[in-house]
């Protein structure tokens, strides 16, 4: 297999050394990916052949790529939940993996309204370094940076003791990133990237919904960062010792810049801030691939239309790959899987066009289906494939359910567009909503309409992202019997329930990150899901086969609706949410939270 760029190379090296290491890498791996993917399999299954989970599949000791596909099923998270809960409380036999599971990865998607418990293993930080350190040259020379990183590599000392690289140096201190609290997290950051607002060369968060947050804490908090690089002392809510100590050591009293900062925040308009307050800033480097394609107007707006820089795609199962064109157009994004980090395999998705949605429960694959898995070589250009990992920390034939497209190749390897998570319909930030939760939610929230002999005879909804912060909005069509009026609170209890029903992450986005805004239940006059269908229809749907969709994307469908809204009603305070895991609070595994939950804190400008 070829070498990997090591993450310290000899003090004489030059940054041209180095990065001369990592394209080689790159050349070498996308050259050989068959070859690559073959032994990363081997060595996969060599190294675990007496896991219990593979011993149980039947695999028998076997590391080639015939038997395996023979053999092992294709699996989601619901066929392995037993054995993660099984680890999660404490089993430390080989059930998954031979090498002890070091953390379990908390991830955005969810299992039975709670979020999926990925474990992971002490060397898979290194595969993950070996990713973040592919993602350098692009034009800009060295200087202070932000750059993604999640909270299991930035606990790490993989993060914490990187040697000397301009693409991995911060304005943040450490101790402004790691600190628990997100309001002293925030802050800070922003302090120390504004009181060195002319070094900043680039700024940016994991996803564009964090970046956005940043802003608008900016938006709120500014007179109080104002004052404390006029005076070069820290507001006294920052209370961390830690985070006081490190922020001390490059805070100095600077009127000029406090007054020029606060001329900019001053004024109405906020266009252009970013240029503004950083004005050496090249580019935004934010992912705006996928649902966070919603959030590049807002960032146009406030970037003055920088370059938006897609660099990687990751996961809590794995890291797959990163973009070799960093500057390309958001829209023309792809990235290239690294064939060391994973075997990858991908199931042909056959979408259906138009607007048409029903709804589907992911199910297990039959005998046919998984016959049509092809191999990452053979994939074809312009078709759309459901990524499949085998990973070193022990998930074999794990569907990720997201939906790339081939873009096209670098050398051998493919590069893919993508395009979305499998079934989700809403997502405002790192929540994501399927059709099913959300019917289970909108029947739970009917129940309060039964006294009043009404029902909700359709329904849609829309991810509202231009409300700060954006929010759900449910359109319902009512079919009324009853004389009574509906009073608004009812309709509040309606707005609350569904959210009561949603998942975890959905309500933590609520309650603690403050990401989402309430619900908005809008109703709307009789008929007007009649003229959604015509207009469907007008658009080439067939009458036939048409479903109203679950949830509206398009412009003029959003108008269409919004013009025939008879009332509206919000959600009237949050929804439960508890912090931490059940299963596993209780036990001695570390669960580790990604970036995007916390990226309030985590990023930096
Ligand atoms: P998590 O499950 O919380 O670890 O989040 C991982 C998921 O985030 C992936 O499976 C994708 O659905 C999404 N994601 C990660 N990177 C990107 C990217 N560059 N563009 C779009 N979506 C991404």
New binding site residues.
Partial sequence: MPEAPKNSYPSDYSLDEMNKKKLEFIENVTSNPDEVQKKVLSEILLRNAHVEYLQRNGLNGHTDRESFKKTMPVITYEDIQADINRIANGDTSPILCSKPISEF?????TSGGER?L?PTIEEELERRSLLYSLLMPAKTPGGLVARPVLTSYYKSCHFKERPYDPYTNYTSPNETILCPDSYQSMYSQLLCGLCQNKEVLRVGAV?ASGFIRAIRFLEKHWPLVVKDIRTGTIDSQITDPSVRDAVMKILKPNPKLAGFIENECRKDCWQGIITRLWPNTKYVDV?V????SQYIPILDYYSNGLPLV?T??????CY?GV?LNPLCKPSE?S?TLVPTMAYFEFLPVHRNNGVANSISMPKSLNEKERQELVDLVDVKLGQEYELVVTTYAGLYRYR???VLRVAGFKNKAPQFN?IC?KNVVLSID?D?TDEVELQNAVKNAVNHLVPFDAAVSEYTSYADTTTVPGHYVLYWELSLNGTTPIPPSVFEDCCLTIEESLNSVYRQGRVCDKSIGPLEIKIVEPGTFDKLMDYAISLGASINQYKTPRCVKFAPIIELLNSRVVSNYFSPKCPKWVAGHKQWSSNNNKATT?I?EMNGKAQTV
């Fill in positions: 990865l908390t991830s955005s998607g999926k990925m996803f992912i691939t996928g649902t966070m897609c990687m795609y990751a996961s809590s199962e797959f973009n994004v990235y990720v359910g997201d993508f998570r790192s994501k990604r995007e």
